[in-house]
């Protein structure tokens, strides 16, 4: 056997193990999701109407993805600039513990910011802002 030959078994073979144990060693966190539902009775203001984007995509949809790769938890990163969106999210994080964290979207600019931040920073699961 060449050094090449070598050196490409080996590594191929410690990648593997590497990774079988890492999967069962840690939880693997995807940390940048989006979830919205356009079928809500206000709708979602992104993605735009008929876009490949624009259908629902809620903690289940993201799983069917997510563990298949060996991720495991998710933290939320809000995209929309509707103040009530931040709870909708803190809503579904108290109904799935597979979301383990929250970045909401304030303006901190907006007079009610501060008591904004207050009330969602009640919350654990809320992480901070974008």
């Known amino acids: ?23 069962t060693a840690f939880p693997i966190v995807d940390t940048h999701t989006h979830f919205y539902d356009p ?5 979602v203001p992104w993605p ?17 993805v997510a563990l298949s790769h060996g991720v495991t938890s998710t933290v939320v ?9 931040n709870q909708w999210i803190l809503d579904l994080a108290a109904k799935d513990k ?3 964290g929250f970045v909401g979207r304030l303006d901190p600019l907006a007079p ?9 920073a009640a919350n654990p699961i809320f992480r901070g802002i974008r």
């Open 1 to 23: 056997m060449n050094r090449r030959t070598f050196l490409t078994t080996t590594t191929a073979a410690c990648v593997s193990t590497l990774s079988t144990r890492a999967a």
């Open 39 to 43: 079928s809500r009775p206000q709708g």
């Open 48 to 64: 735009g109407k008929g876009g490949p984007l624009y259908r629902t995509v809620l903690p289940d949809d993201w799983a069917k």
């Open 77 to 85: 990163v809000e995209a929309s600039e509707w103040l009530e969106d």
């Open 98 to 100: 597979r979301i383990v």
């Open 112 to 120: 009610d910011f501060t008591a904004n931040l207050k009330r969602f």
